[in-house]
Every structure is written in structure tokens, then in C-alpha cells.
């Protein structure tokens, strides 16, 4: 669950919303419908994911009766789809067994700063996130110095092959 947020960026509501159809492992991706907004998007697995989802599949209980993906293993709601406050309540045991502070919407932010200092174009986060204007995902996305070092250099070369006297080019 975690690692489809961190990864997929996807929203924590959108992973207890999945469903075990939604998932295509072959090509490594996920259908995410009825995303915020009512859109639909598809989003990419990446190889570390896409082994998660593969072993958790092995292991997730084949005969029961729902749709959903992520199921509760213990208690009185054992099989039943995982809720949202039931994702969110994981992560903050698993943070605080660990001494982190995070939350589910910080690894949807951390998945679309590590994109964008990976040089992904922000059209791209935008679609991935499932984001109507760019300006939500400009939002999201924290440019780290190093980044913003390459694209001030690669832009200055260019700048200086257009600027620089025929003699000097």
C-alpha cells in the first residue's frame, strides 16, 4: 500500500479504492478509476512496486468474496477491503516503530519531487497524479538545488551557443 503511494503517487483513498482487476502486472501498470474528481488514470508500476504487488498477490486470501486489492489480515474484519483510516493508521504505527514523521499524502508529494529532480517533465507528474491544473502539481513538486544546477547549466549552454559570436562557436 505504501510503496503504491510512493511510487505511483497515489492518493491514500485511491489505494483503498483499488480493486484486483485495476492491477497488470504484465505491463506494469494500474488503472486507477473513479480517482479524485471522478477521473480515471493509468498509472506505472516501477520494478520495485511491481515485485511488491506480485508477492503481496501470492499471499493475499484468493477466495474472497470482494473486488478490493488490500484486504484486513486480523481481527473481526478479517477479508474485508482496508479502509482509508486503516491505511492511514498503518503507516503512522509503521512511522512511529521507525521514529519517522510521514504521512500517506507526503509519499504522493515525495514521489512527484523525486520525478522532478529526476528531470521528468512536469506535464508528466501532472498526468501521473492525476492533477487538472499544473499549478496543483507545481505545488507538489519541491526542486532541489542539484536540479535546479543541471537545467540553469544546460539552459546556459544553450543560451551561449546562440549568443556567441560565429568566431567562438
Known sequence: MFMLMLRCGLRVAEVADLTVEAVDLRLSRLYVYNGKGGKDRVVYLSNDASRAL????????????????FLVEKGRCRGKPVSVRGIQKRLEYYADECGLDVSCHQLRHTMATQLLNADADLVTIQELLGHMRIKTTQRYCRVSNP????????????????TAPNHLR
Open 147 to 162: 536540479k535546479v544546477q543541471r537545467d540553469y547549466h544546460r539552459a546556459m549552454e544553450e543560451v551561449m551557443k546562440k
Open 54 to 69: 506480485a508477492e503481496y498477490l501470492q499471499v493475499r486470501r484468493p477466495l474472497v468474496r470482494t473486488k478490493r486489492l
